[in-house]
Nanobody
Framework: EVQLVESGGGLVQPGGSLRLTCAAS????????MSWVRQAPGKGLEWVAG????????TYADSVKGRFTISRDDAKNTLYLQLNSLATEDTAMYYC?????????????RGRGTQVTVSS
């Protein structure tokens, strides 16, 4: 059974940083592209960043490029998202997604999410 468990969210002031973690199990993690998507209140899912299997290729939405960094540790079956220079518009539930590099797939497995709230 595929399991994706996100953690690391919280309340942070504008300009602050957070590191999100996604612990994966139930599949051969290193063989799959992985990505992060987010959903702000009242809005649809938005793709944020993706990393290819092997970790040698990453891609970002324009809205987060230069501020967020996606990475993976295949030995630990873990996906990360470093969030820097956070802004209020980054407030959302963040989800990791299996098997997708770029874009939103409503059928792809994802976890329950971790809430990021940016507020002063």
């Amino acid at each position: 059974e595929v399991q994706l468990v996100e953690s690391g969210g919280g309340l942070v002031q504008p300009g602050g940083s957070l590191r999100l973690t996604c612990a994966a199990s139930g599949f051969w993690f290193r063989a799959y592209d992985m990505s992060w998507v987010r959903q702000a209140p009242g809005k649809g899912l938005e793709w944020v960043a993706g990393i290819a299997n092997g970790g040698d290729s990453t891609t970002y939405a324009d809205s987060v490029k230069g501020r967020f960094t996606i990475s993976r540790d295949d030995a630990k079956n873990t996906l990360y998202l470093q969030l820097n220079s956070l802004a209020t518009e980054d407030t959302a539930m963040y989800y990791c997604t299996k098997g997708v590099l770029r874009g939103v797939s409503h059928s792809a497995p994802r976890g329950r999410g971790t809430q990021v709230t940016v507020s002063s």
